[in-house]
């Protein structure tokens, strides 16, 4: 499975951005599909993450301004983030879990710049 994530860019403060992860293969029956951030000189943080019974997790620093949803007859995922700030840069990282025991796949990532 090849994942692309794509979305990301300047966006200013209190603003909003969809990113998306499109995948090679169906999502269908993916057992878990999410995204992770990563700043410069930080470690990579939980963003958030959806199963395939439709529930959602929500990292802290995203929880109440973000919804991770996904289209199956696209084959894509997205990460809708409002109430953007400037600590929310960050390269984004979407991955998928084919099943409980399988190792994670990753994209390559997309870069989101909050600045004014």
């Known amino acids: 499975v090849q994942l692309q994530a794509s979305g990301g860019g300047l966006a200013q403060p209190g603003g909003s951005l969809t990113l998306s992860c499109t995948t090679s293969?169906?999502?269908?029956?993916?057992?878990?599909m999410g995204w992770y951030r990563q700043a410069l000189g930080k470690q990579r943080e939980f963003v958030a993450l959806?199963?395939?019974?439709?529930?959602?997790i929500y990292g802290d620093v995203v929880k109440g301004r973000s919804t991770i949803s996904k289209d199956n007859a696209k084959n894509t995922m997205y990460l809708r983030m409002n109430s953007l700030q400037p600590e929310d840069t960050a390269v984004y990282l979407c991955?998928?879990?084919?099943?409980?025991?399988?190792?994670?796949?990753w994209g390559q990532g997309t870069l989101v710049t909050v600045s004014s």
């Open positions: 991955y998928v879990r084919a099943t409980v025991d399988a190792d994670a796949l």
């Open positions: 293969e169906s999502i269908v029956n993916i057992n878990r």
């Open positions: 959806l199963t395939n019974a439709g529930t959602t």
